[in-house]
């Protein structure tokens, strides 16, 4: 009786290992991931190294299933059929891609299935066959695969043109030999062309006109005894340049693009009206506010214009005030000067013509009148003047032999 009773309880036990075994394969079928799924087959037309038999699927990214077989087509060897099963709620369409991804560097390789549009019918058998998706040539292939292929298409373009890359290269390393020899020739032909294209060298080939100091005074018997200084004369800022102005329209002025004075025409109109007076026989009169000495008066110029007028017939137009100052700092006499001059045409060699004679007969009038008011100023100065005065002494001191008191005598210079 206890044998049986062990038998028994033997029996007992294997029936309730199988009633587990029986369980727990229910359980994986039905809610364990091997419940119902849609199989389909995939065609590649390479190589598909690192695929196995259990690879997942993806689509999207989300794994939906994995890989059940691999098989060659015994028709064309080249072709490898995989069959994969996936959930059936899987969106898998006609246009759906079909690719291979490798996991990271050492990872196994998975299918990889991705979109297709919304309004693309669902893949479907076709006379009761599995539904087949056809992956791209491409499809497979790993970045060192790819890799291997174009060194493979290097190494072949390069020997079969091995003679023309190594004449290249041997005309290359004559090329370089005879830059190094011309290098200088080099150097020369680049700095012509820089002379040739750069602003510098249209700066460089603008003409540059010069004004004429007036001449053609009656000569002096003895210079006069006064000093006189001329400072830089003021001017606008449109006449503070040394381009050539032009007036199209009253109280509009414009530059002459293609012409410029030696100067800046404040600086340049200071310097003629010196010459002038150097001219005229008072060189030893007249100097910059620089030079250094103690003047007796000061000639200081305002100039108002000095353009040409383009409105009707081309006019050159010069004007400017002078006004000359005593030691004190009082104005002796003033004027304004104002002279024109017809110009054949507004280039920029008859203009700069015309601007010289009208600023001629300016210049000639100022000499001649400043030296005149100078000359009286001198010989009749201020009753408050104190004795002995800068540059003379006073009128009234009766110095023997000093013609500075004499009215008839006074050195006007000219």
């Not at 290097?154 to 290359?172: E, H």
């Not at 009656?218 to 800022?237: D, G, N």
């Not at 003033?334 to 024109?340: C, G, K, M, P």
């Not at 920029?348 to 009038?365: C, D, I, T």
Request: proline share 8%; net charge negative; glycine share 10%.
């Amino acid at each position: 009786m206890e044998t049986r009773a062990r038998y028994a309880l033997i029996g007992l036990f294997m029936l309730a290992v199988l009633v587990a075994s029986f369980g727990f394969v229910y359980w994986l079928e039905s809610a364990g991931g091997f419940g119902e799924r849609q199989t389909y087959r995939i065609r590649f037309q390479s190589s598909v190294s690192g695929l196995l038999v259990g690879s997942a699927v993806l689509f999207n990214g989300i794994k939906v299933g994995e890989v059940t077989a691999l098989a060659l087509d015994p028709a064309d060897p080249a072709q490898v059929t995989a069959t994969i099963a996936v959930e059936p709620a899987t969106p898998v369409r006609a246009d759906t891609e079909v690719n291979v991804e490798f996991q990271g560097l050492t990872g196994g390789a998975a299918v990889a299935l991705k979109g297709g549009s919304a309004d693309a019918p669902a893949l479907a058998a076709n006379d009761g066959e599995t539904p087949l998706l056809i992956a791209p040539v491409t499809a497979g292939q790993d970045w060192s695969t790819l890799a291997r292929q174009v060194l493979r298409r290097l190494d072949t373009i390069l020997a079969d043109n091995a003679d023309p890359v190594k004449s290249v290269i041997g005309n290359l390393d004559t090329f370089a030999q005879v830059l190094a020899r011309n290098s200088d020739r080099i150097d020369a032909i680049l700095a012509g062309l820089e002379r040739m294209t750069a602003g510098a060298a249209a700066k460089a080939a603008l003409p540059i006109y010069d004004l004429l100091a007036p001449a053609g005074f009656p000569s002096v018997a003895e210079p006069p005894r006064w000093q006189l200084v001329i400072p830089e004369p003021s001017t606008l800022l449109a006449f503070n340049t040394d381009k050539i102005m032009l007036a199209p329209a009253k109280g509009e002025t414009t530059t002459m693009p293609n012409a410029q004075w030696a100067d800046n025409l404040p600086v340049l109109f200071q310097e003629k009206v010196l010459q002038g007076f150097e001219n005229a026989g008072l060189s030893s009169n007249v100097g910059r506010p620089r030079d250094g000495f103690t003047p007796d008066y000061q000639l200081v110029l305002d100039i108002r214009r000095f353009q040409v007028a383009t409105s009707a017939s081309p006019v050159a137009e010069v004007a400017f005030v002078a006004k000359v100052l005593g030691g004190d700092g009082k104005i002796v006499a003033a004027r304004t000067f104002e002279a024109t001059a017809p110009a054949a045409t507004t280039d920029p060699s008859a203009a700069a013509a015309a601007l010289n004679e009208a600023f001629g007969k300016g210049a000639r009038e100022l000499v001649l009148w400043a030296s005149e008011a100078v000359g009286k100023a001198a010989a009749h100065p201020p009753s408050h003047a104190s004795p002995g005065g800068p540059g003379r002494p006073s009128p009234s001191s009766g110095s023997p032999g000093d013609s500075s008191g004499d009215p008839a005598a006074g050195p006007s210079g000219l």
